[in-house]
Nanobody, 126 residues
Framework: QVQLVESGGGLVQAGGPLRLSCAAS????????MGWFRQVAGKEREFVGA?????????LYADSVRGRFTISRDNAKNTVYLQLSSLKLEDTAVYYC??????????????????WGQGTQVTVSS
């Protein structure tokens, strides 16, 4: 079992930064990739960014956040971060982190993830 706990959400003004964290515990040696998704009430959950936990591959991002969000990892702490910058009103959502316990081709598809956190709310105000 793997437990994921997100933190760092909150209220931020448009244009501002915010950093989300996702701490993994449990069988973390089995993790191969971690991703961030977000969901607005009444809408489908969507991919935001992801990163593999092995090798030197950089982050993968949705078009809507590329250049504004940065995903990074600290393997020693079993933690993945999502740095949000130049926030827009439309970035308001509940942000979820997710983990893959096997090496999979896709990092963008929700169905490819085995564990999910409880989510953290990000609200961007004007």
């Amino acid at each position: 079992q793997v437990q994921l706990v997100e933190s760092g959400g909150g209220l931020v003004q448009a244009g501002g930064p915010l950093r989300l964290s996702c701490a993994a515990s449990g069988r973390t040696f089995r993790l191969y990739g971690m991703g961030w998704f977000r969901q607005v009430a009444g809408k489908e959950r969507e991919f935001v960014g992801a990163i593999r936990l092995t090798g030197s591959v950089g982050g993968l991002y949705a078009d809507s956040v590329r250049g504004r969000f940065t995903i990074s990892r600290d393997n020693a702490k079993n933690t993945v971060y999502l740095q949000l910058s130049s926030l827009k009103l439309e970035d308001t959502a509940v942000y979820y982190c997710a983990a893959q316990t096997t090496l999979r081709r896709s990092l963008t598809q929700q169905i490819q993830y085995d564990y999910w956190g409880q989510g953290t709310q990000v609200t961007v105000s004007s």
